[in-house]
């Protein structure tokens, strides 16, 4: 008899079929947090591209970089989450009857975990106590059904909850109040429109000063406007009108 014959091993637990399924390791890769923190986003998301950049190697990566922690987590919002809930089964999303995670044959329930969505795509709502702990988004190959639901889903949700999503693989933030930036990354689509950096002191009246020439100079009017501590990006369109 071997040594170690008598050990037994934990028997293996399949995927329940009515569950959605995500592997450990996307676990937060697309989350949304509290807008407060979209300035140590946009600087984290720039350090990972650079380490990816410097690291890469064929189809993978010589290293891995360990992000930091968010600055201003949701846990500390004490978010009531029978709101967003409700805003969720509002657009249309039906709440899943079970979430589960693992790594190869590991499997386990996520018992503190409510879903929205389907097979394809889940808005997931971590819970601590009463109140939220996190939101994130899983998503697989989307049809057009799905592509409309999760859009509505992430619109809903912005309207309860002044929160950013970041992508942090993309490297990408995109502001929940603006509908057309939800509907344009959900659809994984570029937009087309030219983008204008201007570098100021660090005196925010400068930035407002540039708006407001801008405006009345030239005729442009901004769309959205999303402001950080350190950072201000308003979009805007202009079009140059012929003499």
């Known amino acids: 008899m071997s040594l170690f014959g008598f050990i037994k091993r934990k028997k293996k637990k399949s995927i329940d079929k009515d569950a959605f ?9 697309i989350e949304i947090i509290p807008r407060e923190n979209f300035d140590f986003a946009s600087s984290e998301s720039k350090k990972i591209t650079e380490f990816g950049e410097s690291h890469k190697e064929g189809l993978g990566f010589t290293d891995i970089y360990e992000r930091k922690d968010n600055k201003y987590k949701t846990i500390d919002k004490k978010v ?7 805003a969720l ?22 018992n503190s975990t409510i879903g929205y969505g389907n097979k394809n795509f889940a808005i997931l709502i971590d819970l601590e106590s009463e109140y939220v ?6 998503q697989y190959q989307l049809n057009d059904n799905d592509l409309e639901l999760l859009s509505s889903g992430l619109i809903a949700i912005g309207k309860e909850l002044d929160f950013i999503i ?11 109040k603006s509908s057309a930036q939800v509907i344009s990354y959900v659809r994984g689509e570029e937009t087309n429109e030219s983008q204008i950096q201007i570098n100021l002191s660090n005196d925010s009246n ?7 020439i801008l405006t009345d100079k030239v005729g442009i009017r ?9 950072q201000k990006y308003w979009d805007f369109e202009w079009k140059r009108q012929s003499n």
């Not at 249309?92 to 590991?106: A, C, D, F, M, V």
């Not at 702990?133 to 899983?138: A, S």
């Not at 400068?206 to 407001?212: E, G, Q, R, S, W």
């Open 133 to 138: 702990k996190d939101i994130y988004l899983m």
């Open 206 to 212: 400068d930035f407002n000063k540039i708006a407001t």
């Open 89 to 110: 089964e509002s657009a249309g999303l039906e709440r899943i009857k079970k979430i589960q995670t693992g790594y190869s044959t590991h499997i386990e329930d996520c």
């Open 222 to 230: 901004f769309s959205e406007q999303l402001n950080g501590l350190d």
């Open 80 to 86: 009531n989450p029978s709101p967003i809930f409700n």
């Open 21 to 29: 399924y995500y592997h450990e390791d996307f676990y937060l890769q």
């Open 166 to 176: 970041v992508d942090w693989e993309l490297s990408k933030i995109i502001d929940l």
